[in-house]
């Protein structure tokens, strides 16, 4: 009986695993329809009717465009293409000998895919769709076999040579840039990314010394980093035709990071035409761009500034002195608690307060009226609607903000912040809170347990 068992065993072992082992892995390559190593691969090619694409991956895993042009490449792209043959599967074999072609789009294929990894190659030739939604024949070139494949049509075809080349004009890593000069003739504003605690911030350094708009000089930034290319007009015939027309940029942007300064100018020689270039300082090329960058792009000083009316933060502030029609009263921030002045012993509802003083901190300047003071009357401001004055840690520091009269919808607004008159947000009125609103509740008092009585 032993015999047997051990027998059976060793049968077991040496001829029925290694045959189930076998079936899984011919299944496998079966259903995969590149079997070349992801890591592996250096070399694709992408042949169509928009031309034939050549692209070399090196050591670093990075992609070059070497023919049409040579030129950096847009990874994406070519990672898009991988990715796709590396992840798609093989539904069914249609045809071993690819004796017939025509019924499935592959005697003329919209596309042909050449992989190469060093001395291996692989080849598919992309046909028509397929019986069912999301499937594609396919034509592989080591086996000849005529493949029902659930690749996409999108990611092979409609690619032209402007799809694998990189289509970012600058090199914008945020976190390395720390100066901007924007050229708008006839005007230049200067922003530094100077030190403060907790945080560096921008400050804005000419035409005038004020803070900028954090929130809006990132966001500028970020559509610099996101700043693209629809075409690219490479030295040549075409390019030597329009230099000539490129004469007064409409704006000039430098940004400093890394210890390098990057520049590009923004052209729209025909406003009628729709067309837009960008020229980078140092770069051969022109880029074909859309006129709405320019927009995106062209920023007058009062966009990036910072807007808030009053003119101190929330931090600085150890008084805010409150006064509208109705009533007047001051808040003090002893050791980080609210308190009213002249009722320092009651408790006041600190969430309530802290977002009633943050508001009027970051109160916001909508548009402006006019640049400088003038007769604060007809805006409501010699008899405001309500005032605020913020006193410093330092106890003589002071900001000071008024509200005025309605107008569309806004309120006319004067603030230490900015000079000028300006309009705001009229919902401000109506947060506001009263003296007694500000109070914290007083508990009810617990009711009292009668006696039991035998």
């Known amino acids: 009986m032993a015999l047997v068992l051990l027998g059976l065993a060793a049968y077991l072992y040496l001829v029925e695993f290694p045959s189930q082992q076998r079936a899984e892995q011919e299944a496998v390559q079966t259903s995969t329809l590149l ?44 990672e898009a293409i991988v990715r796709a043959l590396i992840l798609g599967k093989v539904s069914r074999t249609v045809e071993e000998s690819a004796s017939t072609l025509g019924p499935f789009g592959l005697e003329r294929p919209a596309a042909v895919v050449t992989v190469e990894a060093g001395d291996k190659k692989e080849t598919f030739s992309i046909g028509d769709g397929g019986p069912i939604s ?197 808040l003090i921030n002893q050791s980080g608690e609210w308190v009213l002045e002249d009722q320092p012993t009651e408790k006041l509802s600190q969430e309530a307060t802290e977002l009633f003083v943050s508001r009027v901190v970051n109160l916001p300047a909508e548009m402006r009226e006019i640049k400088q003071p003038g007769a604060l009357a007809p805006y409501g401001l010699a008899s405001p609607t309500a005032e605020f004055t913020a006193t410093g840690r330092d106890g003589q520091t002071t900001a000071r903000l008024i509200l005025g009269s309605h107008a569309n919808g806004l309120i006319y607004a004067k603030g230490q912040g900015l000079t000028g008159i300006y309009q705001a947000r009229a919902d401000i009125l109506t947060q506001i809170p009263s003296r007694q609103s500000l109070l914290k509740p007083t508990p009810a008092p617990r009711p009292t347990a009668s006696p039991i009585t035998k």
């Open 134 to 330: 999301s499937t594609l024949y396919v034509l592989r070139g080591s086996d000849k076999h005529v493949l029902l494949t659930d690749l996409a049509a999108k990611d092979f075809l409609n690619k032209s040579v402007m799809t694998f080349r990189r289509k970012e004009i600058l090199r914008v890593d945020q976190s390395q840039i720390d100066r901007l000069r924007l050229h708008y003739p006839p005007t230049e504003i200067v922003l530094y990314l100077m030190p403060e605690k907790p945080a560096k911030r921008w400050k804005i350094r000419a035409p005038v010394e004020a803070n900028a708009d954090q929130s809006e000089v990132r966001a500028f930034l970020y559509r610099l980093s996101d700043f693209k290319a629809i075409g690219i007009l490479d030295p040549g015939p075409e390019r030597d035709a329009i230099a000539p027309t490129l004469t007064a940029p409409l704006a000039t942007l430098t940004l400093h990071g890394g210890g390098a300064d990057q520049t590009v100018r923004l052209y729209q020689p025909t406003p009628s035409t729709g067309e837009a270039f960008a020229e980078v300082a140092g770069h051969a090329s022109l880029y074909r761009i859309s006129p709405n960058d320019i927009k995106d792009l062209t920023k007058d000083l009062f966009a990036l500034r910072d807007k808030r009316l009053l003119g101190m933060d929330l931090p600085d502030i150890t008084m805010l002195s409150v006064k509208t029609r109705e009533e007047q009263y001051t």
């Open 35 to 78: 079997t070349l190593p992801e890591q592996d691969i250096t070399k694709l090619t992408l042949e169509s009717v928009l031309g034939t694409v050549v692209l070399m991956r090196d050591e670093r895993r990075s992609w070059t465009l070497v023919s049409p042009v040579r030129a950096e490449a847009d990874a994406r792209e070519a």
